[in-house]
Nanobody, 122 residues
Framework: VQLQASGGGLVQPGGSLRLSCAYS????????IAWFRQAPGTERTRLSC????????YYEDFVKGRFTISRDDAKNTVYLQMNSLKPEDTAVYHC????????????????WGEGTLVTVSS
């Protein structure tokens, strides 16, 4: 199983970025894809998740209305569109895969990819 996040960079407050998570080798359609982030000195925080079997999406309250998760099954890629970015969104963003239940219960996911750094600053 491999996951690779990309699309990070430097963006001004109020700006947008779209992150991509390219995945391969998932053993089952039951594996969901989720986005997390970790800022320096803080714990990793879950952001959003999409079920590969149903397409249902889940968001943490603090990103609802600003972040949108989507998928392109033909490309084996999941996206995280981030709008109205704030300096406090600065973090390393990771994608991961595991069961939807694990995500909803805030348990650890099975596989993680390397992160991509997002810096929101003027």
């Amino acid at each position: 199983v491999q996951l690779q996040a990309s699309g990070g960079g430097l963006v001004q407050p109020g700006g947008s970025l779209r992150l991509s998570c390219a995945y391969s080798g998932l053993p089952s359609d039951l594996y969901a894809i989720a986005w997390f982030r970790q800022a320096p000195g803080t714990e990793r925080t879950r952001l959003s998740c999409i079920s590969r079997s149903t397409g249902l999406t889940y968001y943490e309250d603090f990103v609802k209305g600003r972040f949108t998760i989507s998928r392109d099954d033909a490309k084996n890629t999941v996206y995280l569109q981030m709008n109205s970015l704030k300096p406090e969104d600065t973090a390393v963003y990771h994608c991961a895969t595991g069961s939807l239940k694990a995500y909803l219960l805030n348990h650890d996911m099975d596989y993680w990819g390397e992160g991509t750094l997002v810096t929101v600053s003027s």
